[in-house]
């Protein structure tokens, strides 16, 4: 072993020992709520010291078996004794893979839960930091200590780093691995890709090449996963194209096929179904389709047979701004025609309309629910407005939470809340609310989620985020 790797583990051992718990506790390790990543094995063995360099080498491998079985078991006394003594000699274990620096992580992040110390957890925390700096260069070729201390950075840690750092961090992995990214590095690389683009502090050309990296890594991952690990592939789906939706916004970041493929079976499957013709027909124009194109063609077609508007006013004008993808005139046009209009329905739709553009265009959740609101108390008997706020809340998943576990899933809730609301006030719209309720329903938390943080079916809950709305909590059927 040469001179700088001693000092190195030297270093660490040091900081391990003043670091180290006088009492064990005896309580059993709370499990993150985070898709966990897995460890791997890498080709090759490691240039860091392993049970082969160990003065002992059998009773180094015999130390390494008894502190994972007394972990398994939780005894974490006993287990960290023996880590420790491996540690200290082998900390690349077999050459192959970084389970004795997982191990330390682990206990460390344990011993964090046992303290109201906020020095001796910022110690933890520091320890905690070297083991992956040093599971790092005992494993150079591979990117995974890197991602796995970006994913603690992004979860656990948020304050330690910059949001950019992180970022950086991730990078790192998705420029080298390309479409074979991990599942657990494309939800929180795709929050921070967003979060960044919009806060100015990165380009397009730059945010448009990762999120093309990212859905043919999710491609990927889906079209070659096996057994159990097809779960967590499924969870990045349910995050990661919902999160991608916010540059729709931007004006040039997508192309027209990707409008195309995304809206234009809408279309085929309401052909005559005017709001659907203007929204898909407003994507396509927003996308850049040529009015020659085919299918741009067919939607005029379709509108000029069956949406021909014969009349004057800020409406008209409102119409013309919203085929010419200018939504804010667009917006003050139907505000205008509602704050004009007598006839509640008319009156209703414009509010209504206003809402869908916010919703679908600028993705304003919150203003989109404001003026839904304001439709429906024009015309009250009217569901449609708690649909759309419906789908408002049944989308926020990815807004509101990773895509996928508790945060991600009580807003289903409040959605159902609104589809229901939707029935009650009008008997037409029950149709349309049932089927969104049979959509989502199987989204909602599991029995096992809610008894486990000490709450029971029918009570009232609360849920932040920007929905801010008491339910009724209720379990996935």
Known sequence: MNARILLCFFAIMALIISCTPKVAPPSA??????????????????TCPK????????????????????????????????WKKVFAVAPAADGKRSTVFDDGIRFYEHFMTQTQDSNLVNRYIDTVFIFYDEMERCYPEGMFASSRKAFDLYYKYPNRASKFEVYNLFKKTVDKEGVKTADFILNPFTALLVDLYFENQIGMPEAQKYQQIVRDALANGLAKCKDKECERWRIVEQYVPSRLEAFETVRGFYDCNYYKTKYYQDFLDNPADCDVIRDVYTWL?????????????????????????ESTGPSTVANNCLQNNDYNCAIENFLKAASEEKDAVKK???????????????????????????????NPNWGEPFILIGRLYASS??????????????????????????????????????????????????????????????????????IQESTTIRAAK
Request: aromatic letters at 14%; proline letters at 6%; glycine letters at 6%.
């Open 397 to 466: 998943g990815p807004l509101c939470g990773p895509g996928r576990g508790w945060d991600s899933q009580i807003v289903v809730w409040p959605a159902i809340d609104m589809w229901n609301r939707a029935k009650r006030v009008d008997a037409s719209a029950a149709a349309e609310a049932n089927k969104w309720i049979g959509r989502y329903s199987q989204y909602m938390p599991t029995v096992e989620d809610i008894f486990q943080r000490s709450l029971k079916e029918g009570d009232s809950f609360f849920v932040g985020c920007w």
């Open 51 to 82: 049970f082969s360099d160990a003065p002992y080498p059998d009773q180094t491998l015999e130390d390494y078996v008894l502190y994972r079985d007394f972990l398994k078991a939780n005894d974490w006394a006993t287990a960290f004794s023996y």
């Open 29 to 46: 390790e709370t499990q993150p709520t985070t898709q966990k990543p897995p460890t791997p094995i890498e080709e090759g063995l490691s």
């Open 348 to 378: 209703g739709k414009y509010l209504l309309l206003v809402s869908k553009i916010y919703y679908a265009h600028l993705k304003n959740f919150a203003r989109a629910r404001q003026y839904a609101l304001q439709a429906a108390e024009a």
């Open 285 to 309: 124009r927003w996308g850049g389709c040529a009015e020659g194109d085919p299918e741009f063609t067919a939607l005029v077609n379709a509108a000029n047979e069956n949406c021909r508007v």
